[in-house]
Protein backbone atom coordinates (compact mmCIF):
# COMPACT_ATOMS: atom_id res chain seq x y z
CA UNK A 1 0.00 0.00 0.00
CA UNK A 2 1.55 3.26 -1.04
CA UNK A 3 2.35 5.49 2.33
CA UNK A 4 -0.48 8.16 1.06
CA UNK A 5 -3.19 5.59 1.05
CA UNK A 6 -1.87 4.47 4.32
CA UNK A 7 -1.62 8.16 5.74
CA UNK A 8 -5.17 8.76 4.80
CA UNK A 9 -6.25 5.41 6.49
CA UNK A 10 -4.37 5.91 9.64
CA UNK A 11 -5.50 9.07 9.91
CA UNK A 12 -9.03 7.25 11.62
CA UNK A 13 -7.96 4.07 11.82
CA UNK A 14 -11.10 2.86 13.56
CA UNK A 15 -13.27 4.11 10.71
CA UNK A 16 -11.25 2.62 8.18
CA UNK A 17 -9.93 -0.72 10.56
CA UNK A 18 -11.86 -3.11 7.77
CA UNK A 19 -10.26 -1.77 5.38
CA UNK A 20 -7.11 -1.76 6.98
CA UNK A 21 -7.67 -5.38 7.60
CA UNK A 22 -8.62 -6.59 3.98
CA UNK A 23 -5.39 -4.66 2.58
CA UNK A 24 -3.34 -6.68 5.12
CA UNK A 25 -4.66 -9.85 3.78
CA UNK A 26 -4.85 -9.27 0.56
CA UNK A 27 -3.18 -7.29 -2.43
CA UNK A 28 -4.58 -3.60 -3.13
CA UNK A 29 -5.41 -3.94 -7.06
CA UNK A 30 -6.34 -0.21 -7.40
CA UNK A 31 -6.76 3.41 -6.15
CA UNK A 32 -8.40 5.71 -7.59
CA UNK A 33 -8.43 9.17 -5.40
CA UNK A 34 -9.96 12.92 -5.61
CA UNK A 35 -9.30 14.85 -2.65
CA UNK A 36 -9.71 13.64 0.96
CA UNK A 37 -11.75 10.28 -0.70
CA UNK A 38 -10.79 7.46 -2.42
CA UNK A 39 -11.92 3.92 -3.83
CA UNK A 40 -9.74 1.05 -3.40
CA UNK A 41 -9.91 -2.17 -4.93
CA UNK A 42 -9.25 -5.62 -3.80
CA UNK A 43 -9.56 -9.39 -4.76
CA UNK A 44 -10.92 -12.15 -2.01
CA UNK A 45 -14.00 -13.83 -3.22
CA UNK A 46 -14.98 -10.94 -4.91
CA UNK A 47 -13.23 -7.60 -6.33
CA UNK A 48 -14.61 -5.59 -3.43
CA UNK A 49 -14.19 -1.59 -3.67
CA UNK A 50 -13.80 -0.05 -0.53
CA UNK A 51 -15.22 3.39 -0.03
CA UNK A 52 -13.30 6.14 1.64
CA UNK A 53 -13.76 9.30 2.79
CA UNK A 54 -17.41 11.49 3.39
CA UNK A 55 -20.26 11.54 0.92
CA UNK A 56 -20.10 14.80 -0.93
CA UNK A 57 -19.04 16.51 -4.45
CA UNK A 58 -15.83 14.33 -4.31
CA UNK A 59 -16.94 10.84 -3.48
CA UNK A 60 -19.89 11.58 -5.98
CA UNK A 61 -17.41 11.74 -8.87
CA UNK A 62 -14.99 9.25 -7.77
CA UNK A 63 -18.06 6.46 -8.04
CA UNK A 64 -19.85 7.81 -11.06
CA UNK A 65 -16.28 7.25 -12.99
CA UNK A 66 -15.36 4.15 -11.15
CA UNK A 67 -18.52 2.40 -10.03
CA UNK A 68 -19.08 -0.33 -12.85
CA UNK A 69 -15.56 -1.53 -12.67
CA UNK A 70 -17.24 -3.93 -10.21
CA UNK A 71 -20.84 -4.83 -8.57
CA UNK A 72 -19.38 -5.59 -5.05
CA UNK A 73 -18.70 -2.77 -2.18
CA UNK A 74 -17.31 -3.78 1.34
CA UNK A 75 -18.09 -2.31 4.55
CA UNK A 76 -20.14 1.02 3.34
CA UNK A 77 -21.46 3.58 5.77
CA UNK A 78 -24.81 3.89 5.75
CA UNK A 79 -24.14 8.04 4.46
CA UNK A 80 -22.58 6.65 1.27
CA UNK A 81 -25.14 4.25 0.11
CA UNK A 82 -27.29 6.58 -1.41
CA UNK A 83 -24.36 7.97 -3.84
CA UNK A 84 -23.60 4.31 -4.78
CA UNK A 85 -27.28 3.72 -5.47
CA UNK A 86 -27.80 7.17 -7.91
CA UNK A 87 -24.82 4.87 -9.61
CA UNK A 88 -26.74 1.92 -10.35
CA UNK A 89 -29.50 -0.13 -8.95
CA UNK A 90 -28.96 -2.33 -6.06
CA UNK A 91 -29.12 -6.35 -6.23
CA UNK A 92 -29.23 -7.02 -2.11
CA UNK A 93 -27.60 -4.89 0.65
CA UNK A 94 -26.26 -6.53 4.23
CA UNK A 95 -26.21 -4.42 7.15
CA UNK A 96 -24.35 -5.27 10.20
CA UNK A 97 -23.45 -3.24 12.99
CA UNK A 98 -19.20 -3.11 14.07
CA UNK A 99 -18.61 -3.97 17.34
CA UNK A 100 -15.45 -3.10 18.59
CA UNK A 101 -13.07 -4.07 21.58
CA UNK A 102 -11.01 -1.75 22.88
CA UNK A 103 -9.56 -3.70 25.78
CA UNK A 104 -9.21 -7.30 24.59
CA UNK A 105 -6.60 -8.42 27.60
CA UNK A 106 -9.03 -8.14 30.01
CA UNK A 107 -11.38 -10.76 28.20
CA UNK A 108 -10.50 -14.39 30.27
CA UNK A 109 -8.92 -17.28 28.31
CA UNK A 110 -11.58 -20.07 28.08
CA UNK A 111 -11.75 -22.71 30.62
CA UNK A 112 -12.66 -25.67 28.05
CA UNK A 113 -10.66 -27.51 25.33
CA UNK A 114 -10.53 -25.67 21.71
CA UNK A 115 -8.87 -26.59 18.90
CA UNK A 116 -8.67 -24.88 15.02
CA UNK A 117 -10.92 -26.14 12.55
CA UNK A 118 -9.84 -28.79 10.17
CA UNK A 119 -10.22 -27.97 6.64
CA UNK A 120 -11.96 -31.18 5.88
CA UNK A 121 -15.20 -30.28 7.96
CA UNK A 122 -15.74 -27.18 5.74
CA UNK A 123 -18.74 -28.77 3.45
CA UNK A 124 -20.45 -29.06 7.43
CA UNK A 125 -19.27 -25.52 7.74
CA UNK A 126 -21.29 -24.36 4.65
CA UNK A 127 -24.02 -26.56 5.14
CA UNK A 128 -24.49 -25.20 8.67
CA UNK A 129 -23.91 -21.02 7.65
CA UNK A 130 -26.97 -18.54 8.14
CA UNK A 131 -25.53 -16.83 5.07
CA UNK A 132 -24.96 -19.21 1.94
CA UNK A 133 -25.83 -16.35 -0.49
CA UNK A 134 -22.75 -14.15 0.83
CA UNK A 135 -20.09 -16.93 1.33
CA UNK A 136 -18.75 -20.10 -0.11
CA UNK A 137 -16.92 -22.89 0.35
CA UNK A 138 -13.40 -21.83 -1.37
CA UNK A 139 -13.94 -18.36 0.92
CA UNK A 140 -14.31 -20.83 3.80
CA UNK A 141 -10.99 -22.78 2.70
CA UNK A 142 -9.34 -19.28 2.15
CA UNK A 143 -9.62 -18.27 5.94
CA UNK A 144 -9.09 -21.18 7.48
CA UNK A 145 -5.90 -21.97 5.90
CA UNK A 146 -4.75 -18.18 6.48
CA UNK A 147 -5.87 -17.08 9.30
CA UNK A 148 -6.91 -18.15 13.33
CA UNK A 149 -10.43 -20.19 13.78
CA UNK A 150 -11.61 -22.27 17.03
CA UNK A 151 -14.01 -24.85 17.61
CA UNK A 152 -15.47 -27.48 20.51
CA UNK A 153 -15.65 -30.96 19.19
CA UNK A 154 -17.34 -33.80 21.27
CA UNK A 155 -17.37 -37.16 20.69
CA UNK A 156 -15.78 -36.54 16.86
CA UNK A 157 -18.64 -33.85 16.15
CA UNK A 158 -17.82 -30.04 16.09
CA UNK A 159 -20.19 -28.66 18.48
CA UNK A 160 -19.64 -24.57 17.78
CA UNK A 161 -16.86 -22.97 16.16
CA UNK A 162 -15.96 -19.52 14.36
CA UNK A 163 -12.73 -18.12 12.44
CA UNK A 164 -12.38 -14.55 10.57
CA UNK A 165 -13.33 -12.84 7.78
CA UNK A 166 -11.09 -11.57 4.89
CA UNK A 167 -10.68 -8.09 7.35
CA UNK A 168 -9.75 -10.00 10.11
CA UNK A 169 -12.73 -9.02 11.61
CA UNK A 170 -14.42 -12.15 14.16
CA UNK A 171 -17.64 -14.00 12.52
CA UNK A 172 -19.24 -17.13 11.56
CA UNK A 173 -20.17 -18.03 15.15
CA UNK A 174 -22.38 -21.19 15.17
CA UNK A 175 -23.41 -23.24 17.89
CA UNK A 176 -24.80 -26.44 16.61
CA UNK A 177 -28.66 -26.40 17.89
CA UNK A 178 -27.79 -29.87 20.24
CA UNK A 179 -24.92 -27.78 22.03
CA UNK A 180 -26.37 -24.49 22.36
CA UNK A 181 -27.21 -22.80 26.11
CA UNK A 182 -23.90 -23.99 27.40
CA UNK A 183 -21.83 -20.72 26.56
CA UNK A 184 -20.20 -22.42 23.93
CA UNK A 185 -20.67 -19.58 22.15
CA UNK A 186 -19.06 -17.27 24.52
CA UNK A 187 -16.12 -19.50 25.30
CA UNK A 188 -15.09 -19.73 21.04
CA UNK A 189 -15.24 -16.18 21.16
CA UNK A 190 -12.91 -15.87 24.58
CA UNK A 191 -10.25 -18.04 22.31
CA UNK A 192 -10.16 -15.99 19.32
CA UNK A 193 -10.23 -12.77 21.32
CA UNK A 194 -7.32 -13.87 23.19
CA UNK A 195 -5.44 -15.13 19.99
CA UNK A 196 -6.07 -11.86 18.14
CA UNK A 197 -4.99 -9.89 20.83
CA UNK A 198 -1.93 -11.95 20.88
CA UNK A 199 -0.81 -10.87 17.51
CA UNK A 200 -1.54 -7.14 18.55
CA UNK A 201 -4.25 -6.68 15.91
CA UNK A 202 -7.83 -4.98 16.11
CA UNK A 203 -10.08 -7.34 17.76
CA UNK A 204 -13.89 -6.13 16.19
CA UNK A 205 -16.85 -8.22 14.76
CA UNK A 206 -19.82 -7.76 12.45
CA UNK A 207 -23.22 -8.35 13.74
CA UNK A 208 -26.78 -8.43 11.83
CA UNK A 209 -28.91 -6.28 13.42
CA UNK A 210 -31.56 -8.80 14.58
CA UNK A 211 -29.01 -10.94 15.76
CA UNK A 212 -29.82 -9.96 19.55
CA UNK A 213 -28.14 -13.14 21.15
CA UNK A 214 -24.68 -12.23 19.85
CA UNK A 215 -24.95 -8.34 20.17
CA UNK A 216 -25.74 -9.63 24.04
CA UNK A 217 -22.95 -12.20 24.23
CA UNK A 218 -20.11 -9.54 22.63
CA UNK A 219 -21.45 -7.25 24.70
CA UNK A 220 -21.05 -9.18 27.96
CA UNK A 221 -17.46 -9.41 26.36
CA UNK A 222 -16.95 -5.63 26.32
CA UNK A 223 -17.68 -5.12 22.90
CA UNK A 224 -18.95 -1.78 22.00
CA UNK A 225 -21.15 -0.74 19.00
CA UNK A 226 -18.73 1.49 17.12
CA UNK A 227 -21.14 2.08 13.49
CA UNK A 228 -23.62 0.34 10.70
CA UNK A 229 -21.47 -0.62 7.66
CA UNK A 230 -23.01 -2.74 4.82
CA UNK A 231 -22.10 -5.09 2.20
CA UNK A 232 -23.75 -4.59 -1.51
CA UNK A 233 -23.88 -5.80 -4.77
CA UNK A 234 -25.15 -3.58 -7.70
CA UNK A 235 -27.00 -5.35 -10.61
Not at 26 to 42: D, F, S, T, W
Not at 69 to 90: G, H, R
Not at 131 to 150: C, F, M, P, Q
Amino acid sequence: MDQALLKLLQEDPRRYRAALGFFENQPLLRVYRRGKCALILGQSDHLWMHCIGDAGPDMTVLLREHYAETPYFYSIEDSLIPLIEACAETEWIFPTLRYDLETPENVPAPDISLIPIDPEWIPELYAQSDYKDYTSEAYIRNRLLRDISACIVNNGKMAAWAFTHDDGSLGFLHVHPEYRRKGYGSQILRALIRMRAAEGKAVFCNIVPENGASIRMVEKLGFRQDRRVSWLKLK
